[in-house]
């Protein structure tokens, strides 16, 4: 069973940055399509980013250019770089590999 954990959320003001990390307990991040989810309360969860096996990225229209994601293989670890958050980018951030999610970090903007 892959297990998948997420860190890095926390409270930033709307400007500000983070960097959410995922790490896989399975040693394929290379091979694998790696996306993150974001849900606020009483919202659907949604797309926000993807890196595919051969490192191709795709992001939601309105996180381009402001959110990156990377990965680190030797680490199993996928990236979220998140530059110039907003108050709507407040929500809870999932990382998911084939069809596995991991519990969640939170990420509050305040204004």
């Known amino acids: 069973q892959v297990q998948l954990v997420e860190s890095g959320g926390g409270l930033v003001q709307a400007g500000g940055s983070l960097r959410l990390s995922c790490v896989v307990s399975e040693r394929t991040i290379s091979i694998a399509n790696i996306e993150w989810f974001r849900q606020a309360p009483g919202k659907e969860r949604q797309f926000v980013a993807r890196?595919?096996?051969?490192?191709?990225?795709y992001y939601r229209d309105s996180v381009k250019g402001r959110f990156f994601i990377s990965r680190d293989n030797a680490k199993n670890t996928v990236y979220l770089q998140m530059n110039s958050l907003k108050p709507e980018d407040t929500a809870a951030y999932y990382c998911t590999k084939n069809g596995y999610w991991g519990q969640g970090t939170q990420v509050t903007v305040s204004s």
């Open positions: 890196i595919t096996w051969t490192a191709s990225t």
